[in-house]
């Protein structure tokens, strides 16, 4: 499986901004949302490869946009970045469906390196954390 589209969900407009520009000279073609309000809305109309978003936003935080991607797209892969990883949020995201969580601020190789690895699962359930 290549990923070559990814939808961006965070408040920040800078991070929105830096992921988007990574991924996007890297041929991958992202869409934002602001919120997972938002997002989630962009998913019912629209089909990607794996999701990025935030853990802490206004009106409706990572988890749970986690648990309406997986209703929504049972297989898709989602990467939570967050600034703060502790016991609970670790237990929540892997309740969710979360494929990984990264902290904030985030290594871009590191990133991308993860974004790669899910390419090569294809026909496989997507790892839990």
């Known amino acids: 499986m290549r990923i070559n589209s990814i939808l961006l969900v965070d408040n920040d407009s ?3 901004y830096l992921l988007s520009y990574i991924l996007e000279s890297r041929t991958i073609k992202t869409t934002q949302a602001t919120n997972g309000v938002e997002a989630a809305e962009i998913l019912k109309n ?3 490869d794996m999701i990025i978003t935030g853990y ?3 009106y409706m935080d990572g988890i ?3 648990l309406i991607a997986r209703e929504l797209r049972p ?3 989602i990467i939570m970045m967050t600034a703060g990883i502790s016991a609970d949020v670790v237990e929540m995201a892997a309740m969710a469906g979360i ?3 990264l902290s904030k601020p985030f290594d871009t190789e590191h990133l991308l390196g993860i974004i790669r690895n899910f390419r090569f699962k294809t026909g496989t359930k997507y790892p839990s954390l």
């Open 75 to 77: 297989r898709i892969p």
């Open 14 to 16: 800078i991070s929105l």
């Open 99 to 101: 494929s990984q969580i």
């Open 46 to 48: 629209t089909n990607f």
């Open 56 to 58: 802490t936003m206004p």
């Open 64 to 66: 749970e946009l986690a």
